[in-house]
DNA sequence: TATCTGTATTATTCGTCATAGTACAGTTGA
DNA sequence: TCAACTGTACTATGACGAATAATACAGATA
């Protein structure tokens, strides 16, 4: 387990737990049909109640990441697509936010300025 | 009032007010010293309670937009300043934003197209 | 002085989150 | 076969925030 639960996040914990696991089968960290963990060792490991381990299950299930079998466990989804489905996403946040900034009168420089500054490569 | 209120929107009345409300005046559509409209006539038009609106107002005061005086009613604050924090705020949230873009592998070039691909100019 | 303004307070309702406990059916390995 | 695992479902409870409702008070104003 890669991350943590923060408790003074605002976000709900079965939330925090769901872009975790996300963010791991996007990475690749967990392999299309490999097991996560049980959702009660999960409970256990992150002292929290295997009920809200089951809800983050549940909207794993539902968003297309994983799948569930009954006795066996619940198994990462081949992943074709959902990368770029959340690359779309983010892109179309960026241009959302770009606007945003202009609106506010952020120079075409400030904007370059931030996309060199990240990686400083 | 430019804006209106999104049942289906997660995020809390009084937040959506708030946001509105900042939006008006960094857009300068409401002036330095000019009065908010009161508690009540808001509330009225929004079809809320006069409570939430007072929350917002609150929350309004208390991020450094406006000054109230009981008896008289809400005012635009002087907001030198004010358009500076949300700029920074902005490019903090943009340098973020391209970071995890990268990390989901968009390339420099879709990238630099969702700047672009906003104006057009 | 009537009517506006912001402000404060208490009570109630509602939905979400999280916990707790229990139960059932399918799977698996010793 | 069977104990121990798996996902799943259900009810109950407590905590909390959001929103509403109903008053109340003091300052400002025309």
Redesign the interface.
Known sequence: MVWTIDFRDKRPIYEQIVSGIEDEI??GLISPDEPLPSVRSLATDLSINPNTIQKAYRQLEADGYTYSVPGRGSFVKNTEGV?EM??KE??R???D??????????TED??KE??K???GK
């Open positions: 996007i990475n990368r959340k690359k983010v892109l946040d960026l241009t936010l770009i606007r945003r900034a202009r609106e506010l009168g952020v400030e904007i931030a996309i500054g990240d990686n």
